[in-house]
């Protein structure tokens, strides 16, 4: 993956996931800023999104630790535990907003 394939897919799963989480039905608040991207939790957590263009990668920090994808056979996948990124964030998501939610691109 070139530098500007990363960008384009880095862009394209920052705005999956607000889409996302507008669609999920649990009040969580969202900003996004220049490869941030901020999830803000009604019991003040929040999960931060960024873009790490030099390693291509996307770095997810939660309440509980922090997590680094890269992009592998078409999805992004963690470096630590080998999951794929949508299952991870949905069940990140979940833990944060003390609800079940689930999250699609």
């Known amino acids: 993956m070139n530098d500007s394939e990363y960008n384009i897919a880095t862009d394209e799963l ?4 607000e889409e996302a989480i507008e669609d999920c039905g649990i009040d969580i608040d969202y900003e996004g800023v220049g490869g941030l991207l901020t999830l803000s939790f009604k019991n003040g ?3 931060i999104l960024n873009k790490q263009a030099p390693l291509h990668e996307v ?4 309440k509980y630790n922090g997590h680094h994808f890269h992009f592998e056979n078409n999805q992004w996948i963690d470096k ?9 964030i949905s069940q990140a998501v979940s833990k944060q907003a003390e609800a079940d939610v ?4």
């Open 14 to 17: 920052l705005l999956a996931v």
């Open 45 to 47: 957590t929040k999960i």
């Open 59 to 62: 770095w997810v920090a939660t």
């Open 80 to 88: 630590r535990a080998g999951d794929e990124f949508w299952q991870f």
């Open 102 to 105: 689930t999250l699609q691109p």
